[in-house]
């Protein structure tokens, strides 16, 4: 099993920015896949980011690519992630999830709420 904590969430206003961690504990060798997903409410949840093995593979949907940006220290079994430029509908619950293999999410954490003021 593995244990997925997110911290870092809170207000900020829109155009600040946002460092999300999670910390994994447990069998972090099952987490070869990482990600951030988010859900509004309402809203069904929303792929974020992913990175996989080492760091050297990250993956964004088109819509926030280039705010922002997924990272991994596996020596610490963290995985961060860097929110820039946020804006209201960047609010939501975040989620860290991990997994043997992209796509394959099976360990999920309880979320950390990122409310973004106009």
């Known amino acids: 099993q593995v244990q997925l904590v997110e911290s870092g969430g809170g207000l900020v206003q829109a155009g600040g920015s946002l460092r999300l961690s999670c910390a994994a504990s447990?069998?972090?060798?099952?987490?070869?896949?990482m990600g951030w997903f988010r859900q509004a409410p309402g809203k069904e949840r929303e792929f974020v980011a992913a990175i996989y093995g080492g760091g050297g593979y990250t993956y964004y949907p088109d819509s926030l690519r280039g705010r922002f940006t997924i990272s991994r220290d596996n020596t610490k079994s963290m995985m961060y992630l860097e929110m820039n430029s946020l804006k209201p509908e960047d609010t939501a619950i975040y989620y860290c999830?991990?997994?043997?293999?992209?796509?394959?999410?099976?360990?999920w954490g309880q979320g950390t709420q990122v409310t973004v003021s106009s």
């Open positions: 447990g069998r972090t060798d099952s987490t070869y896949a």
């Open positions: 999830a991990g997994g043997i293999a992209p796509n394959l999410w099976s360990y």
